[in-house]
């Protein structure tokens, strides 16, 4: 069999990734080792996991109102406000206005990493630098010590998170070691620093965020110059051969990840980006700039301005939703399928480094096959559940008891409430929140319902994974509910529509519902109508009363004839709640639990919504510290579990 040989001065880049791989340096081995002791002593419960440091980034407080402005100012000058929630995203990494039907539609189409403040941004924000420096006629010195200052500034600007902490930290790493003509030490600095990310804020890694970009960054750091040259060496021109590269990289890798986090992975996602990736990086280098000028022009009293600086953001931002919808709306735009998300990345990969003879071709052929089959029955040990907790179901709750369980899902709520063979789930968490695997942790395989309380990604994401697992015979949605209820009402098996007045029994417990109101009035509690008309639920059993109430805050809860509490849901997340103190001295409850992600992005829970609740006496559980946290009450007393 024939073999085309390079000639003397040519340069095979497979042959080249295949050197480096076989022949790893030894900081490098050293690097993954520290990497995987740092996760396996985390998910042992040996490093933090009962006392985890939140990822954020410490701001003086002289700065801090002029930088919630300045997050502010997308919000407050795009008049569009599907656009103006974008915008917020893509430049400062703020989701919470983004539309749920918007969310899914950026899930849907593989763009969701383009509204999380990651890798991308900082590199953009560094690229600026340099070229402003080019364009002063300054030196490679002058644009990397501008960059190594501008990164860490637009950390603090963005605020907390461990994508955008990592991602700073790597950033300063590249642009030093650049600077130092030390680039190929990078990958090790890189492993290095997500080690100590891992050590330093325990649980960081479970986080769907920093898995994708982690996985992106060691695929550019490994294959993105070879693979670039192998694009240009066919005529493809550099800037086009790059972004292609970048985006077929990326998707390869983040697919495997997708299709067992989360159910699914986009298949068009490489096209998709190609196209948004462009969009997005104007739109951060635009809003960076016309939020500033915006944030002066309302200093000095110019709004015109303010809204003139920002008009091109919000036009930018108004395409990239284009983009992400119409990518949704294609045929086959995600896939289920292991073969196609797992299978054919790990292909490419394969043939990529291994010498393509026909007998090659077959063993390639059976290892991706032997992965696709295997890979679905071991994923929800390898990737869901951690190893601290693997210690089987739990028993079935005593006659007439019942429990209460806030699952461990991440930055998103779910509540399951059973008792007597009888189990309601009350939201279904983030789509990546597991909450199939949390709820048969429970010794649960089915409820009787699923009660979705508003219109929120964060609440209801994982609903059609619970849907096909759970099989509950009804679903509840809120009456005259917020948002767009089409799927929930064209998939559930039954629908039934719940206001304040409803009630329902679940075993030996009964369920009311207090909020919101049947005729889909909401007062104006507080500037989020949305989070304002969450349904609120009341559970009563025996003596015992607990009430969750998603993300209606404690404005909400004071116009409700709610009684003296054993168990308090801190709404939303322990997000600010100025009016918690006196929620606090009316229903005085002994024990309140917190649904909150690990390192999330918003600072859940909020020192003051602690600081209230050591206060009042109030025992504090939190989801992101201790997992799930599950009450058993005997129609007296309610204890914890465990």
């Known amino acids: ?18 050197s480096a791989l076989r022949l790893v340096p030894v900081p490098t081995r050293v690097a993954w080792v520290a990497l995987v002791v740092a996760i396996t002593l985390v998910e042992l419960g040996v490093r933090g996991t009962t006392q985890p440091s939140p990822v954020d980034v410490p701001v003086p407080s002289l700065v801090q109102p002029a930088i919630e402005r300045l997050r502010s100012v997308p919000l407050v000058t795009i008049h569009d406000p599907e656009a103006a929630a974008i915008a917020s995203g893509v430049v400062f990494g703020r989701t919470d206005d983004v539309s749920t039907e918007d969310q899914a539609a950026f899930l849907d189409s593989g763009l969701w990493h383009l509204l999380a403040a990651s890798g991308q941004n900082i590199a953009l924000v560094a690229t600026c630098c340099i070229l402003l420096a080019r364009r002063l006629g300054a030196g490679r010195t002058t644009g990397a010590v501008l960059a190594l200052v501008a990164i860490p500034l637009y950390v603090a600007i963005v605020g907390s998170g461990a994508s955008i902490v990592r991602a700073g ?39 769907l965020g920093m898995q994708l970009s982690f996985a992106c960054v060691v695929a550019l750091a490994l294959w993105a110059v070879p693979a670039t040259r192998w694009f240009t060496a066919r005529g493809v021109p550099e800037p086009i051969a790059a972004a292609l590269v970048a985006t077929l990289l990326c998707s390869g890798v983040t697919a495997p990840i997708l299709v067992l986090r989360t159910g699914s992975a986009p298949l068009l996602g490489t096209i998709a980006n190609a196209v948004a990736v462009p969009l997005a990086g104007a739109i951060l280098v635009v809003g960076l700039a016309g939020s500033s000028i915006a944030l002066l022009a309302d200093a000095v009293g110019h709004p015109a301005l303010a809204d003139l600086a920002m008009a091109p953001v919000g036009w930018l931002a108004s395409l990239l939703l284009a983009v992400a919808h119409r990518a949704a709306a294609l045929p086959a735009a995600q896939t289920t399928s292991h073969v196609a998300a797992i299978g054919v990345p790990l292909a490419a990969l394969v043939l990529a480094l291994v010498p393509t003879d026909r007998r090659r071709l077959r063993r390639v052929a059976l290892a991706v096959g032997a992965a696709c089959l295997v890979t679905p029955a071991l994923h929800p040990v390898l990737v869901r559940t951690p190893l601290a907790r693997l210690g089987g179901q739990l028993a079935p ?56 309380t508003h219109d929120s990604l964060d609440h209801r994401g994982g609903f059609p994974a619970a849907l096909a697992a759970l099989h509950p015979d009804w ?43 049947c005729d889909g009035t909401v007062r104006p509690h507080t500037s989020d109508r949305h989070n304002d008309a969450a349904m609120v639920t009341l559970v009563r059993h025996g003596e015992v009363r607990a009430v969750v109430p998603a993300d209606a805050e404690a404005p909400v809860l004071l116009d409700l004839d709610l ?32 649904s909150v992600g690990e390192g999330n992005s918003y600072g859940h829970p909020t020192a003051t919504t602690l600081h209230a609740l050591d206060a009042a006496g109030v025992e504090v559980h939190r989801t992101d510290r201790e997992g799930t946290i599950v009450f058993e009450s005997d129609g007296h007393l309610i204890s914890l579990l465990g």
């Open 475 to 517: 679903v509840g949605i809120p009456r005259h509910g917020l948002g767009d209820w089409g799927r929930v009402r064209a998939a559930a098996p039954r629908i039934v529509e719940l206001c304040a007045g409803s009630r329902f029994r679940v075993g030996t417990a009964e369920l009311d519902i207090m909020h919101p109101r």
């Open 1 to 18: 069999m024939s073999r085309r040989v390079a000639g003397p001065g040519a340069v095979d880049p497979l042959r080249r990734t295949r």
């Open 169 to 207: 930290l790597m950033g300063e790493l590249g642009i030093a070691a650049w600077l130092a003509g030390r680039l190929p030490d990078l990958r090790h600095l890189l492993v290095v620093v997500a080690a100590a990310i891992c050590w330093a804020w325990p649980g960081a890694h479970r986080g």
């Open 397 to 452: 709750p005593p006659a007439g008891a019942l429990r209460i369980a806030s699952l461990d899902i991440g930055q998103g709520d779910a509540t399951l409430v059973w008792s007597d063979h009888a189990a309601v789930l009350i939201d279904t968490g983030p789509p990546d929140g597991r909450v199939v695997d949390r709820v048969r942790a429970m010794g649960v395989d089915h409820v009787d319902a699923i009660v979705l």
């Open 563 to 594: 009684p003296g509490l054993d168990l308090l849901r801190v709404s939303h997340h322990g997000s600010a709640d100025p009016d918690l103190p006196a929620l606090l001295a009316r229903v005085h409850p002994d024990v309140a639990s917190i």
